[in-house]
């Protein structure tokens, strides 16, 4: 298991460095993590699934700023204010990270203030897991 004070966020930097499009699923998405999450990519595409729920923006865990990070850098961008599930896939999903992390320093571990997170890299997800995604 990927844990995020040990190597999550490493991990997920492996991930994306070699990724032909990327697929990004989570509910909180802050635009600093999410910048530098993007530095380490060059993938041609990239869609950014996330929740705006109206409270979350309030108190600060959804970030609007993604809307100008996602537009300034041709990014698709959809609202799924259901969403809750948290994964990153790759090459036309023929991976994933499956993770308790949203796009957050604090999800990612990449600050003093983080939380304990765990993921897992699924290599062939099934069918019907590619048809959820």
Not at 16 to 27: C, E, K, M, R, T
Not at 39 to 57: E, F, G, L, M, Q
Request: include cysteine; hydrophobic fraction near 40%.
């Amino acid at each position: 298991m990927l844990r995020s004070k040990d190597n999550l966020y490493q991990e997920i930097i492996d991930f994306v460095q070699n990724a032909n499009d990327l697929i990004i699923l989570a509910p909180y998405i802050k635009h600093d993590p999410l910048e530098e999450l993007l530095r380490h990519t060059n993938a041609k595409s990239i869609c950014i699934v996330t929740s705006w729920k109206p409270r979350d923006v309030k108190f600060g865990s959804s970030d609007l700023s993604v809307y100008e990070l996602c537009k300034s850098n041709d990014i698709k961008l959809y609202i799924n204010n259901n969403i809750h599930l948290k994964v990153i896939t790759k090459n036309n999903i023929s991976s994933c990270i499956v993770s308790s992390a949203n796009i957050s320093d604090r999800g990612l571990g990449i600050n003093q203030l983080f939380n304990y997170e765990m993921g897992a890299i699924i290599s062939n997800p099934t069918d019907k897991d590619i048809i959820y995604l």
